[in-house]
């Protein structure tokens, strides 16, 4: 199914990757067109995302619940720009027991209008507010192009859905939640991530404002890894949620909606990832740890087995893989699990019984500089720092790789020619047509406006017109 | 929306658990015919059966992966039973992207066909069994009579799916889940269920046996609360899926499949709910505890609160719910969390400050009698004390209930008579007609022949013909 060896990431950066998402068995492709199967080892991977993600959210104030897949097509039709935005990637239902339907429903793209129905149900006074709540699923869109994690017709995600009394709590919110994100993808992805403010041309089809955080990716190209959207009254009044305020009048609330998915998988591949395979972040890998016996008889195998069953209880606070297969050589199982992205190796051979030794491996930096030999003692803690200093490090690599392939170039040409290697941090006037000569001329958009910039004035890098804040322009996924 | 008082359970079953759902925010009606919102409240209840199923599947060296939503119509006909019993109950997908699709496209109603296409393509040889492979997800079957929780379009469920070398292991793994059910029904749920066979008539469409446990519901019905199949190789043979065996001979494999759905949130509300509303197991419920904190004026507030919040930090270890509204009495809360189901009340008013006590009350034994004041040390044994009694005894009261409401009867006018009142554990010779007669003139059907029973020998209690195992007969939801 898969060659035996990857391409080189220089050769062909998306073979590399579509190989090694099989090659690793994070996932497979489905018998449908474009959908996918997410395999045991990248559903590990997604679980604790899942649970650092779930842990932020309800240490926020947030509680889960569980809303339809199936919305009747009249509803997407209440919020205009939505159903603008949605209607040419619907799967609709037809049939449902063998009978035609009166009124066609759609697999849910996202669910603001079946969730938008219910609060309008459920929320009467400003007691019932806010209303944080959350949902983890799956959802469906009629994409033609797509790519394994990246875009597919069916994909997995969470969706949070709140409503507020005020505006500014509902932007309050939308911020809350895009930190939560940056949050998760720098301290356990390791993943430096850049939060700005969408364009108007790039934001959410019915919202006011959307958020998103970026990161760059090894072949240099962006990917927008998680979104949180400012919907002001555009779905509260389509949907008539209302609520009495203290004075008893009826007014409008404020709603976001905040989304990260099994995108973020892909996020990791091709943040860290090297020729040899994957590199996962030991606080997401689904083993921390692989430890590898080395024996070659069985008087050896006597020796050995037991030092690693000591150890294995010893980091019993780790996510551990022992491979114990006979029928492959040590040699062939570092190949593996390198391509494989387990952080840590731990080797224990006869000799190491012997001197009372063991070798650490770190994923990280390959070969004899990534080796070191560490006494029996206090392995906790040596496994600890070792696990931290791995995570630390990718995401100082990843920092610096960014920053080496972020340009400021100092006009329109330059600008173009950036475009090719990397990022352009630049002078917007933050009209749409300057966005779209860009994108027609260099097939790059623009990414966010970070919220972290130096307040200043310059002029627009396309236009020349004066700007007031700086945009990443960069070729994305 | 709900009536304020609930119907009793004797006056009206049914509508005591439609309103009891509703008014408790377990979960309400979507907008689509027979379809539901799990509300916050039920979805916290779900996940903890979640996590209490998922540890256990684990620990018997299960893993979870995803499967997509969409199945090819033409999946379904590979096999023929699985076909005829899921035919009808189909949602279709006919258009995707706004164009008509060449090939329909089924929401899964269950996930054998398109996990078993996968199988094929990844099982190879004897070293890649077994594979043992559950996920988390919905499915969607077009019933025609729905009810929350227990009967709906949509719902929330976990499927395993294993693949064995041989018959004997696809058999003990069958059993093992069945026994896993039954450890979480009776140890987490304190429901007391009976492990067993269903009939031919009654079992899985496409499945050589399946197993069942079953739960007697307050109204004496009976609840399938969990099942599990053995597939035989009727699924290896439609699908093809064929591994090495060690002589290199090509083999079909043995396959299982077992599930349990958020149909076991109904179990729990009509094994253990009494007219005043919900009784939630503390091993499941969303809250543990309720502290209501009493005073009548700021001056007892301020010795009171300093009390709850010590009380909270002591009992961190439990899921705690403060209920600190002002615009209500502590009556009015009482009622609130007793219609919850919170097994436990923590009372907490000046005098108790006062004297160093606290009450509690327990939610099982309503008023007086199950209120007890307690010192305020070492709270958190006394609290696990009193939740381990609670659970205990919810467990020894749905089976004596259960007892009390299952017959022997001794001939076939006894049995139509019994049947009116519970369950009749019978002698049945086996044959589909026997069951169907039952079924005809009471409305009641064989629920399951239980594993444990006493080996013997007696006469049909429909037709006299010799019998070798005893059925449970019951009307069943």
Same mark, same amino acid.
């Given at each position: 199914?898969?060659?035996?060896?990857?391409?080189?990431?220089?050769?062909?950066?998306?073979?590399?990757?579509?190989?090694?998402?099989?090659?690793?068995?994070?996932a497979d492709y489905a018998p449908v067109r474009g959908c996918m199967v997410v395999r045991p080892y990248g559903w590990?991977?997604?679980?604790?995302?899942?649970?650092?993600?779930?842990?932020?959210?309800?240490?926020?104030?947030?509680?889960?619940?569980?809303?339809?897949?199936?919305?009747?097509?009249?509803?997407?039709?209440?919020?205009?720009?939505?159903?603008?935005?949605?209607?040419?990637?619907?799967?609709?239902?037809?049939?449902?027991?063998?009978?035609?339907?009166?009124?066609?429903?759609?697999?849910?793209?996202?669910?603001?209008?079946?969730?938008?129905?219910?609060?309008?149900?459920?929320?009467?006074?400003?007691?019932?507010?806010?209303?944080?709540?959350?949902?983890?699923?799956?959802?469906?869109?009629?994409?033609?192009?797509?790519?394994?994690?990246?875009?597919?017709?069916?994909?997995?995600?969470?969706?949070?859905?709140?409503?507020?009394?005020?505006?500014?709590?509902?932007?309050?919110?939308?911020?809350?939640?895009?930190?939560?994100?940056?949050?998760?993808?720098?301290?356990?992805?390791?993943?430096?991530?850049?939060?700005?403010?969408?364009s108007q041309s790039e934001k959410f089809a019915g919202a006011d404002n959307s958020y998103s955080i970026e990161a760059?990716?090894?072949?240099?190209?962006?990917?927008?890894?998680?979104?949180?959207?400012?919907?002001?009254?555009?779905?509260?009044?389509?949907?008539?949620?209302?609520?009495?305020?203290?004075?008893?009048?009826?007014?409008?609330?404020?709603?976001?909606?905040?989304?990260?998915?099994?995108?973020?998988?892909?996020?990791?591949?091709?943040?860290?990832?090297?020729?040899?395979?994957?590199?996962?972040?030991?606080?997401?890998?689904?083993?921390?740890?692989?430890?590898?016996?080395?024996?070659?008889?069985?008087?050896?195998?006597?020796?050995?087995?037991?030092?690693?069953?000591?150890?294995?209880?010893?980091?019993?606070?780790?996510?551990?893989?022992?491979?114990?297969? /006979?029928?492959?050589?040590?040699?062939?199982?570092?190949?593996?699990?390198?391509? $494989?992205?387990? #952080? =840590?190796?731990? &080797?224990? %051979?006869?000799?190491?019984?012997?001197?009372?030794?063991?070798?650490?491996?770190?994923?990280?930096?390959?070969?004899?500089?990534?080796?070191?030999?560490?006494?029996?003692?206090?392995?906790?803690?040596?496994?600890?720092?070792?696990?931290?200093?791995?995570?630390?490090?990718l995401f100082e690599r990843a920092l610096a790789f960014r920053r080496a392939h972020t340009f400021d170039p100092q006009?329109?040409?330059?600008?173009?020619?950036?475009?090719?290697?990397?990022?352009?941090?630049?002078?917007?006037?933050?009209?749409? /047509?300057?966005?779209?000569?860009?994108?027609?001329?260099?097939?790059?958009?623009? $990414?966010?406006? #970070? =919220?972290?910039? &130096?307040? %200043?004035?310059?002029?627009?890098?396309?236009?020349?017109?004066?700007?007031?804040?700086?945009?990443?322009?960069?070729?994305?996924?």
């Amino acid at each position: 199914m898969t060659e035996d060896k990857l391409p080189t990431q220089s050769e062909n950066f998306a073979e590399w990757y579509n190989q090694l998402v099989l090659k690793a068995e994070l996932a497979d492709y489905a018998p449908v067109r474009g959908c996918m199967v997410v395999r045991p080892y990248g559903w590990a991977l997604w679980e604790n995302m899942t649970a650092a993600l779930d842990r932020r959210f309800k240490a926020t104030g947030h509680v889960n619940a569980a809303f339809p897949l199936l919305i009747p097509m009249s509803f997407f039709e209440k919020e205009k720009t939505h159903v603008q935005g949605f209607s040419p990637e619907l799967a609709v239902v037809t049939i449902g027991g063998g009978e035609k339907l009166e009124e066609p429903l759609v697999i849910r793209p996202t669910s603001e209008t079946i969730i938008g129905t219910m609060y309008s149900k459920w929320i009467k006074s400003y007691r019932d507010l806010p209303v944080l709540i959350n949902q983890w699923g799956s959802v469906v869109r009629w994409e033609m192009r797509t790519k394994l994690f990246l875009r597919t017709l069916e994909f997995y995600w969470q969706e949070g859905h709140t409503a507020h009394a005020t505006p500014e709590e509902g932007k309050e919110e939308t911020l809350r939640m895009l930190e939560v994100y940056a949050d998760f993808a720098i301290n356990d992805g390791a993943i430096p991530v850049i939060k700005g403010r969408k364009s108007q041309s790039e934001k959410f089809a019915g919202a006011d404002n959307s958020y998103s955080i970026e990161a760059m990716m090894g072949d240099t190209k962006a990917l927008q890894s998680g979104t949180s959207h400012d919907l002001g009254q555009n779905f509260a009044k389509a949907f008539d949620i209302q609520y009495l305020d203290k004075n008893n009048l009826l007014q409008y609330v404020w709603t976001t909606s905040w989304g990260l998915s099994t995108r973020f998988i892909g996020a990791v591949i091709m943040t860290h990832g090297d020729n040899q395979g994957l590199i996962l972040p030991p606080k997401l890998a689904p083993y921390q740890i692989v430890i590898i016996p080395i024996y070659k008889n069985e008087e050896e195998k006597s020796l050995v087995m037991p030092v690693v069953s000591k150890v294995v209880q010893e980091l019993q606070n780790f996510r551990i893989k022992v491979d114990n297969r /006979e029928e492959v050589t040590p040699g062939f199982k570092y190949n593996d699990w390198e391509m $494989r992205g387990v #952080p =840590l190796r731990i &080797e224990i %051979g006869p000799r190491d019984v012997q001197k009372g030794t063991l070798a650490f491996a770190r994923r990280d930096i390959p070969g004899k500089a990534g080796k070191t030999f560490v006494q029996q003692t206090q392995l906790e803690a040596q496994v600890a720092e070792a696990l931290q200093t791995i995570q630390a490090s990718l995401f100082e690599r990843a920092l610096a790789f960014r920053r080496a392939h972020t340009f400021d170039p100092q006009d329109y040409t330059e600008l173009k020619s950036v475009l090719e290697k990397g990022w352009a941090f630049s002078w917007w006037c933050g009209d749409a /047509e300057c966005e779209a000569k860009v994108k027609d001329e260099t097939k790059a958009t623009t $990414r966010c406006i #970070p =919220l972290e910039q &130096e307040p %200043g004035r310059g002029t627009c890098i396309v236009c020349g017109k004066p700007a007031t804040e700086k945009v990443i322009f960069g070729r994305a996924y």
